[in-house]
């Protein structure tokens, strides 16, 4: 059987300063982690002590309102467990580890409110007439892309030449739910008014190891963070960021939900794509769903056949081998999706970003006579991932009622406080809340303690299942300070 | 392909090849709550950012991950 699909997402955040000139794009992030105030304390994050960039030299005497390069915590994780920093100068929330995709995508939206809350902080500090943005997408329109991560749990076990077999065809296939929409298109792809994902146009190679350039589909990073002989961490780095909640479970379930199978040998065929990288753009572009994608094997499919296909498959699968009732809201949610999608794109708009906002875009350009290259529509289309509930116009349909949402306001704020109660995230969290000030560092799989009678102490936390409430709560509960801690683990240990 | 025909019963059929102009425009409208985008297209204009159209332009981000 399968192991558990312990999941999280990393979304790296368009940031910008209007009225501010050029090169301040890596101290603007800086700020932005500097300055969000959520949490009694926060703890720095261990071995990676990431300069802010080099862009210094544009601001000289133009530099305030900005951190100390020298002083701000740059690189932190939060009393929930997620790790908030800067990365190739975008402000970065990692989502905890989280035990099912409902889970993981509230903790996902909680990155959005997080960064509202810095973003305002940061405003408050600068002069009147310069106004700081942060985006939830990833492209700036120019060819510049930033990502949006998705983790997955993964066996050692499991051969990665079947990862790199099966993996291909979902990913680019699942494009038609996971996209969240863009005007024209991006790296040399043929001209398009619109298209389904943000992403498409910058995946280059079927396989790689890199993130930054020549994107691969699959991605071949093998960091577990937890027990390298038991576990791999599977780093999809395809997908888009989304600002519907629906999208963001429908994107983690049925990944995982494919994983799982897939570690079990329950898909009957790897459904191999003659041109997986072609595909990837053409799917993005075609948005009647009908493009035909060749297979290896010979014959062609559409990505929205894939889908069904997938669907049918892992609705066996998961009648057979999974009970929790999470996949069974999946199963209804991925089945309305596509049926939607096939009879009219536009009827997935209460749910899907790439619809919501093709909608909105079709509407205003037909009212106001507009080409679809007119920058009000870019601009229209960027205000759609603003993080600012006041300006975003994603926002304004949730509002409207005309975008389905999964959570409350009080369950994400809940989440931006508590971790998931099911990881390690859980003792990760519950430390920095408690702990704070004795905890020197914190990383994915370890936490460093500094205590008046051992010194610096270590507690590793290889397994991403343990740590979690019910085990780990009473422990937690009994011990008053760090050093009582350290005692205890050592005796269980010892 | 015996599990491609099962996967394909559930569905209806659709046709039309792909077109390489695709807008969106003729994917059908679908009018489900339309009035609430309605009443939102009437408001953009005073959503959207001041000096929308230059803003955008000079959005520049650097590439990521």
């Not at chain 1, 780093?235 to 909640?245: K, Q, T």
């Amino acid at each position: 059987m399968a192991i558990p699909k312990v999941l999280g997402t990393e979304t790296e955040y368009g940031v910008i300063i209007r009225n501010r000139g050029h090169h301040h794009q890596a101290l603007a992030a800086a700020a932005v982690i500097d300055g969000y105030p959520g949490g009694p304390v926060r703890v720095q994050w261990s071995y990676e002590h990431e300069a802010p960039g080099s862009d210094a030299r544009g601001f000289g005497h133009e530099n305030f309102g900005m951190p100390d390069p020298d002083s701000a915590l740059i690189n932190s994780v939060l009393t929930n467990g997620a790790r908030l920093y800067v990365d190739h100068s975008h402000p970065e929330y990692s989502g905890p580890e989280c035990l099912d995709p409902r889970e993981a995508a509230l903790y996902d939206k909680v990155g959005e409110l997080v960064m509202a809350r810095a973003g305002r902080v940061v405003q408050e500090s600068l002069p009147p007439n310069q106004q700081i943005r942060l985006y939830k997408n990833n492209s700036d329109g120019k060819s510049s892309s930033y990502g949006a991560h998705e983790n997955y749990l993964l066996s050692r076990r499991t051969p990665f030449g079947k990862v790199i077999e099966y993996l291909p065809t979902f990913l680019v296939s699942r494009q038609i739910y996971t996209g969240s929409g863009k005007v024209g298109s991006e790296n040399h792809r043929p001209a398009c008014s619109y298209q389904i994902t943000q992403r498409a146009d910058f995946f280059e190679e079927v396989v790689g190891l890199e993130t930054t350039l020549r994107r691969p589909i699959v991605n071949t990073r093998d960091e577990p963070h937890g027990d390298p002989t038991r576990y791999r961490r599977l780093h999809v780095i395809i997908g888009d960021a989304n600002l519907s909640e629906i999208q963001t479970f429908l994107k983690l379930g049925t990944t995982a939900l494919f994983l799982h199978a897939m570690e079990d040998d329950a898909l009957p065929s790897a459904l191999e794509l003659a041109e997986p990288v072609k595909a990837c753009w053409q799917i993005s572009h075609d948005l009647s769903l009908s493009q035909p994608l060749a297979l290896s094997e010979g014959g062609s499919i559409t990505a929205l056949e894939l889908q069904f296909l997938y669907l049918e498959w892992l609705s066996e699968y998961a009648r057979r081998h999974l009970d929790h009732p999470v996949w069974t809201e999946l199963l209804e949610e991925w089945e309305g999706v596509l049926l939607d999608l096939e009879e009219d794109p536009l009827l997935t708009s209460d749910r899907l970003d790439w619809t919501a906002k093709l909608r909105l875009l079709q509407g205003y350009r037909a009212r106001e006579n507009l080409r679809w290259s007119h920058p009000r529509l870019a601009a229209l289309a960027l205000q759609y991932h603003d993080v600012d509930p006041s300006r975003s116009i994603y926002h304004r349909l949730v509002e409207r009622g005309a975008m389905r949402r999964m959570f409350t306001r009080s369950e994400v704020e809940r989440a931006e406080r508590l971790p998931p109660e099911s990881t390690r995230a859980w003792f990760r969290g519950t430390c920095v809340s408690r702990f704070g000030p004795s905890l020197v560092a914190a990383n994915w799989d370890s936490l460093l303690f500094e205590t008046n009678h051992d010194g610096l102490v270590r507690v590793s936390m290889m397994e991403p299942l343990q740590g979690d409430r019910v085990t780990a709560g009473p422990l937690l509960g009994r011990v008053s300070d760090p050093a009582e801690l350290i005692r205890e683990l050592g005796e269980r240990n010892g | 392909m015996a599990d491609q025909e099962q996967g394909r019963r559930r569905r209806r059929t659709k046709g039309g090849p792909p077109s390489g102009e695709e807008d969106g425009a003729g994917l059908g409208l679908a009018q489900v709550d339309s009035e609430k985008i309605d009443d939102l297209l009437e408001e953009i204009d005073s959503v959207l950012e001041e000096n929308a159209e230059e803003f955008v332009k000079n959005y520049i981000q650097k590439g990521g991950e």
